[in-house]
């Protein structure tokens, strides 16, 4: 196998002395990957993202891209060298306009902003709009343009859908889709653990700060204990095969 493009090897992390919400996580997202974090509220997942961008110094435990070890480097240096990051909230400037947002994100841009309106089409026509005026899912797309205008090679996404109706939630989605497919691997943490894993190529469930399940999405989604204990059992798909390919992580 080649290197990973991000890996977490045996993170422990946490905000306050002797409390760690991480025990020794191990993550890794390759090249052309959709990669979602999902679990129960607390399980360490955006913890995991911080610690990831160098928001969050590990207690133990390294971070590697692409082979060499960041885990001392600080976050807006892994960002120049190739991983964005959209934080779950306060994720943009609202009392500047979309243009200004963008603006500030180009002090390590790589692209034009040209590019950035073709995959966002719908921004372009709200560039002069400050924004706190956009909708929950216009400052999404804001906060996920910014965040590509330094071309990501791994964006991380916290928690994406989070607050937006159903509608936007779609809207989000096909966005998520559309930046994979031009070549930016995705890891997110998705409040939506059954959408999050359609979509993806591979899947970590935690639980405690530990890794419980890994797998595929299409794995994850239909084994009978990840059902069960985080997806609700009234919501099995019946065509669900018995004995799935997820894999209880090691312990």
Known sequence: MPDALLEARGLVAGYVADADILHGIDAQIYAGEIVSLVGPNGAGKSTLIRALIGLLRPRLGRVFLRGSDVTEVRAHLRVRR????????DNVFPSLTVDENLELGMTQARKPLDTTWQLFPHLHGRRRQQAGT???GERQMLAMARA????????????????LSPALVDAIFEKIADINAAGVSI??????????????????????GRNRFEGTGTDLLHDSSVIDLYLGGTARIDEAPPGTGAQDAPP
């Open 82 to 89: 190739g991983v964005g990051y959209v934080a779950q909230r």
């Open 134 to 136: 956009l909708s929950g």
């Open 148 to 163: 590509l205008i330094t071309e990501p090679d791994v964006l991380l996404l916290d928690e994406p859908s989070a607050g």
């Open 187 to 208: 890891l997110m943490v998705e409040q939506n653990a059954r959408r999050a894993l359609e979509m993806s190529t591979r899947a970590y469930v935690l639980d405690l």
